[in-house]
């Protein structure tokens, strides 16, 4: 199948209020090239700064880029003119750094807080406890080039689907309390994303508002 009807298939698989986000980490611009001209796409992920600020340069620039990945805080600079969203804050000093970014270019940029749902070590995110913690420090109240418009999660690797699904849950527990306790007077606070290739239908299940997929539909990595 031609990879632009592959996005087709996806794109008809999620109800139409859930945004997707083509994670096109790894694959050549002429693959997004083809999603975005032949269906209109624009919101594409990447995971890596340089990588990203290449693909920024050489695609239209109606694409709108959301970063995924862990973010390295020498790094911001290289995207932090253009990037849409900026999905996997994990720390105050990586957010710290951005508005730092932010403010040199004249912008604020639109984050979301990733929250390690998963019980991998390895991934990435914030507890509850630090994001608390964090909002209501001065520190963080003092930042005004950046935009907190949701949070993300990544969800253990497994089978098991029940894991999974108290995972995505639990983000959208941890959004409700954020909602409600920092976030009730600004409607922008209003993102979960959740929800990649294998687990995007149980994500949305569970309220995801944006999915990332990448293998899905660009193929294997
Ligand atoms: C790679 C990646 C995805 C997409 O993963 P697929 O399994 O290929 O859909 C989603 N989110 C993050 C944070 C990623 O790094």
Known sequence: MVLADRFKEVRAKVPANVKIIAVSKTKPVSMIEDIYLNTGHIFYGENKALELEKKHSLLPEAINWHYIGHLQTNKIKYIAQFVSLIQSVDSFRVLYAINKE??????????????????????????????????????????????????????????????????????????????????????????????????YRIAIEEGSTMVRIGSGIFGER
């Open 102 to 199: 932010a403010i040199k270019n004249n912008r604020v940029i639109p984050c979301l807080l990733q929250f390690h749902i998963a019980s991998e070590a390895a991934k990435f995110g914030f507890s509850i406890e630090e994001v608390l913690a964090m909002l209501s420090d001065k520190s963080f109240q003092d930042l005004a080039n950046v935009r907190i418009d949701g949070v993300m999660g990544m969800a253990t690797f497994t089978d098991n689907e029940q894991q999974i699904r108290t995972e995505f849950k639990t983000l959208f527990n941890y959004f409700n309390i954020l909602k409600t306790g920092y976030f009730a007077n600004y409607p922008g606070f209003c993102e979960i994303s959740m929800g990649m290739s294998d687990d």
